[in-house]
Each structure stands twice: as C-alpha cells, then as structure tokens.
C-alpha cells in the first residue's frame, strides 16, 4: 500500500496508506459511531459531499453484498478507517469493501488513528479536509478556499418520477436525496409509492391523487433548498404529511422555524431520542449536521415532539391544526435499531383517520 495523507483545514495531519480509487478529494469531514452498517452509510446520500470517520477500528469485515445498498453508487467523498478488514468474510459478501471501493471510485486511507481525530472533531467541530498523496504547500490553500456544494439536493433527487405501484394507501414521497430502506419500509407496509423531483410543485402532486406526503432524507444545508418551501407548506394543508431528517429541516423551515449547523452532527445508531407525549426512550440512527433552532419556534405552530437526551436537539416536530409531523432521525433504521419503525405505522394510521374524518362529513 502507499501512503496517503489526510489534511485538516487547521493544518492537522495524518498519515496513513490508501486503499480504493487513487484519486484526491476535498470534503467535509465528519464522523460516524456506528459499529457496523458501513455500507448503508456510504451509500446514504445524506451524506454527499462528506469524508467518513468510522470510529469503530475495524471496518469492511463482512465485506460489500447486493441487499444493504441505500443507493447505487457510494455517496461519500472518502472513508477514513484505523484498519480495513483484510480477509473479510460472509455469506452475502460479493466483494471486500477496499475492492468495491476501487471499482466505484472512492479513495479511502486506512492506519489513522481515528479515536484522535474524532477527539479533535469534537473539540474544533466539523472542518474541511483533503485526502491527497503528496502534502504540498497548495494543499492548505486549495481547503481554505474550498467551497461545499449548494446544489447537493439537486444532484442527490431523482431527475424524473417514478412509482411502485400496489392496491394499499397512496404516499407521494419528495425525494431530496431518498433512502431505498425508506422505500422498503414503505413496501413492506403495502403503500403504494409516488417519487417526485425534489423541485416538483404543490399542483404535480396533488394531481396524482396522493393519500399522504413523505419528506425523505437528503444532504446538505436545509436552506439550499429553499425551494421546495412553498410546495410543502400547500400539501400539508391538503393532506397528512410526514418528513424525515433533511424533511424534518424543511418542514421546520415551511412553518417560520429556523435551522443551525451543529458543531459535529449526530452521525451513528445509537442516539437515544424521548417521545415526549408518549413518554418512551428509543434508541435511534441519525444523520445529519444541521438541526431545528429550538427558540425559533415560540413564535410558530410547532410542537416539539422528541428530543435527544444528551444535548436535547429537537428531534421531532408536529404542526397545529394539522395533520402533519416530523422527525430528525430515521425510522427506517438500515442500518441500527428498530425502536422507531412505529413512526411508519403512526403515519399510516393518520391518513386512515383522516380518510374517516372527510368521510364522515362528505
């Protein structure tokens, strides 16, 4: 293997050797606590335009197979790892994850010492980075006057729609950069799914005779896709609507609530969320940098739903007068736990009752 250096923006180095595509990049830099799942989250294009720190020493140990893809092609810029599993092995493994790697493009660099450069991103936050073969004196340069993508959402949604058509209840789904475990908790469920551009109008949907609307997942600052503002704050006035993570920023914006960048984000599976009405604990996979601004819903009809119990980042959300909720962390899980699978089933059964509502008085 030859080296590699990992450049911070502060000038901070490590070294290491290269594995993957021989290519350089530039990329925020972030980490991720999960234990395993690292090909779900490669593959969650929540996270483009992102360099992943796994803080779990070992990683590609159960290799790459054909099921666990949340999209197509990796999403991250890079992975950083203190060891890449040399010998991986399982049933379902199609390749290694140094092979798979190579052959889709994405450069990685293993023997970093990630326990202290998660330690310096807790203490400095998120930063630019450079993943490069030789350390010249361009290099700091080119991070200092590197700009992250605005057009993340753009490139991450679908271009056209499209719809996995069954008998069961109607979800339009706006993909600002969707999740394929989003879908299968859709489909084993039953619904029947519509994907729209990111970009679509209130109009287009609404003629596709939805029963409910789902926000999915997506990358980047929930302000560069501003948008899409006006088409969510006309469907959840029609019909019950649901957001996820980038979907959950969004909603918050529709209703005057304002977002932040978070020092370091919550990245893994293992974030433990309180259901406030309900009065339950569940533990969560999360992803995202950007959070809801808790003082900037006093004066909206927001509600705080949920709430992480280690630095209480609004985790959830649900709208007055409405039929319309949110959450910051996935239900979906895939990978992580499955505490909050019922979020799907609570979406479900407020559709069906809001069916019976305008029933009842038709």
Known sequence: MKKRYLVLENGTIYTGEAFGADTEVMAEVVFNTGMSGYQESITD??????????????????????????????????????????????WRQMMSLS??????GMPGITGVDTRALTRELRDHGVMRAALVDDVTDDVLTNLRHFQTDKNMVANATTKTQYQNPTDGVSIALIDFGLKNSILRSLAKRGANVMVFPADVDAETVLAANPDGILLSNGPGNPEDAAYALPTIKRLQEKLPLMGICLGHQLFALANGAKTYKMKFGHRGFNHAVRHLTHERLDFTSQNHGYAVDRDSLAQTELIVTHEEINDNTVEGLSLKNHHAFSVQFHPDAAPGPHDAEYIFDDFLTMIAETQKETTRHA
């Open 99 to 104: 092979e798979w790697a190579e052959r889709t």
């Open 45 to 90: 294009l929540s996270y483009r335009g992102e360099m992943i720190v796994f803080t779990y020493p070992l990683i590609g140990n159960y290799g790459v197979n054909r099921d666990d893809f949340e999209s197509l092609r990796p999403a991250a810029s890079a992975i950083v790892v203190h060891e890449i599993a040399r010998r991986p092995s399982n």
